[in-house]
């Protein structure tokens, strides 16, 4: 069974840096697309960036290159550094699978969820 593990959050304050990472337990990290989303209070999910089994990414245009998504096979883990932080990154964000070579930010096309990290940004 596969599963994932989100971790990394925090509090910082703007214009600060965090990077995110989501360990795989139960499968191999290339098998599959990690997404990253976010949901702040009140918002729907969002997806921002994910990393396709051939290591394609995409990002979200509204982070405006602030943020970077990798990923360490040995480690079996995907990272999102994320700089220039600004308050309204302030989200619980998760990290998900979908099957190998898709890249979408529908949460509908991810299958299996970690558990989610905290991220506040302060003014």
């Known amino acids: 069974e596969v599963q994932l593990q989100a971790s990394g959050g925090g509090l910082v304050q703007a214009g600060g840096s965090l990077k995110l990472s989501c360990a795989v337990s139960?499968?191999?990290?290339?098998?599959?697309?990690i997404g990253w989303f976010r949901q702040a209070p009140g918002k729907e999910r969002e997806g921002i960036s994910s990393?396709?089994?051939?290591?394609?990414?995409i990002y979200a245009r509204s982070l405006n290159g602030r943020f970077t998504i990798s990923r360490d096979n040995a480690k079996n883990t995907v990272y999102l550094q994320m700089n220039s932080l600004i308050p309204e990154d302030t989200a619980v964000y998760y990290c998900?699978?979908?099957?190998?070579?898709?890249?979408?930010?529908?949460?509908?096309?991810?299958?299996?969820w970690g558990q989610g990290t905290q991220v506040t940004v302060s003014s």
């Open positions: 998900a699978t979908a099957p190998g070579r898709l890249l979408t930010f529908s949460p509908a096309s991810y299958d299996i």
């Open positions: 139960g499968g191999t990290v290339d098998d599959y697309s």
């Open positions: 990393i396709s089994s051939d290591a394609t990414p």
